[in-house]
C-alpha cells in the first residue's frame, strides 16, 4: 500500500490516506512512510472503535483493503452500506459484494502495479461517479446481506418453510 501510495504521488497525484487501526507491521509500515516522506500523505489512526471507523469511511472517498488473505470482510460490508466504492483484492468472498468498475475496483493481492492502476482509476473519478459506485455498492450489500432479509431466511428455515 505505501509504496502505491508514493508511486502515486511521484506520478502528480494528491490525495491523503488513513489507515485505520494497528498491528504488528506498523513500525515497518513507519518506516517505509519515513523513508518516502509521505507524513504529509499517510497517517496511520492506531486502535479505533467502530464509530470512528464509521467516521473515517464516512470523510473519505473510497475504502482501499489489498488484503492477502480475508474471508469476507466486515469493513467492505461497512463501506458499502455508507455508499463508499471498494478498492479491493480477488481473495475469497470479496468478488462476491466488489464487482470492478461497478461498485469499485478488484486487484490481486500482491500486485503494487494493479493496486497503483485501481487507486489511479479511483482517484480520477468524478465524484458523480463515484456516488452511482457507492450507490451500486449500497444496493449489493442490502442484496446480499441484509441482516432483515438473512432473518427471514433463517426462521423460515426454523419454522420449516425454508427451502
Not at 23 to 30: A, D, F, H, L, V
Not at 106 to 126: D, H, I, K, R, Y
Request: overall charge negative.
Amino acid at each position: 500500500m505505501i509504496e502505491a501510495v508514493n508511486q502515486l504521488i511521484q506520478q502528480g497525484l494528491r490525495f491523503e490516506m488513513v489507515l485505520a487501526g494497528d498491528g504488528e507491521m506498523r513500525t515497518e509500515i513507519e518506516a517505509l512512510i519515513t523513508a518516502y516522506g509521505l507524513h504529509d500523505v499517510v497517517s496511520i489512526t492506531g486502535w479505533i472503535s467502530s464509530a470512528q471507523v464509521r467516521a473515517e469511511i464516512l470523510s473519505s472517498q473510497a475504502l482501499v483493503l489489498p488484503s492477502f488473505a480475508e474471508g469476507l470482510p466486515v469493513v467492505i460490508m461497512e463501506a458499502m452500506a455508507l455508499q463508499r466504492p471498494v478498492l479491493s483484492t480477488y481473495v475469497a468472498g470479496i468478488p462476491e459484494l466488489v464487482i470492478s468498475g461497478e461498485n469499485g475496483w478488484l486487484f490481486p493481492a500482491g500486485s503494487v502495479a494493479e493496486l497503483v492502476q485501481a487507486m489511479c482509476n479511483c482517484l480520477t473519478t468524478p465524484q458523480v461517479k463515484l456516488r452511482f459506485m457507492g450507490e451500486a455498492g449500497y444496493a449489493r450489500v442490502l442484496e446480499r446481506h441484509s441482516i432483515d432479509i438473512e432473518a427471514t431466511k433463517l426462521a423460515s428455515l426454523f419454522n420449516g418453510s425454508g427451502k
